[in-house]
């Protein structure tokens, strides 16, 4: 289907370590949807702040700038399409 996006990742129950995303432009956001029936937060360690993560958000993000993660939740599928 058409996008804007250049590209997308599934990921599947793996905790995502602290990063910057590399294909990203720093002029546009990366869009997050998070599915499954986890209890994970989603931290961006640039502005000291985690944010809740639960099933059916969805976060815009400046991924090339701002360090992001998904630390281990405690129960729970997690599916992420970013």
């Known amino acids: ?4 996006y250049v590209g997308m990742d599934v990921i599947v129950n793996q905790e995502t370590p602290p990063h910057l ?3 990203s432009a720093p002029s546009l956001l990366d869009l997050l949807v998070s ?3 986890h209890d994970a937060q989603f931290h ?3 502005l000291s702040s985690i944010f809740g993560y639960q099933p059916g958000t ?3 993000l400046a991924g090339k700038l ?3 993660s998904v630390p281990k939740w405690e129960k729970g599928e997690r599916i992420a399409l970013a």
């Open 1 to 4: 289907w058409p996008s804007i």
């Open 21 to 23: 995303d590399k294909v």
């Open 35 to 37: 599915l499954g029936t």
């Open 44 to 46: 961006v360690s640039d």
């Open 58 to 60: 969805m976060v815009y």
């Open 66 to 68: 701002l360090h992001h």
